[in-house]
């Protein structure tokens, strides 16, 4: 079975997820023109910069899911 996923290993993986980490930690003109920039030089950070933002979504669903609730026969939140 193959996989479409990158290895965190792989560069425009790691550059990704920085540049997406500045950018929302800290945002500004400067790291969004940044980003552009490095996002159109390889159709490999697209994809890249894409599984970031995948990652960085289910990272958030999973903490929403995982809200110890009062009552542990509420449906979970998780979507």
Do not use: N, Y
């Not at 030089?41 to 599984?51: I, P, S, T, Y």
């Amino acid at each position: 079975m193959s996989s479409s996923h990158h290895a965190i290993s792989d560069p425009a993986c790691k550059e990704a997820w920085q540049l997406f980490r500045e950018l929302h930690d800290a945002p500004s003109l400067e790291r969004a023109q940044r980003l552009v920039l490095w996002l159109g030089r390889d159709a490999r950070h697209v994809r890249a910069f894409d599984e970031a933002l995948t990652l960085w979504a289910l990272a958030g669903a999973a903490l929403v899911g995982s809200v110890p609730d009062d009552d542990p026969r509420a449906p979970s939140t998780l979507q």
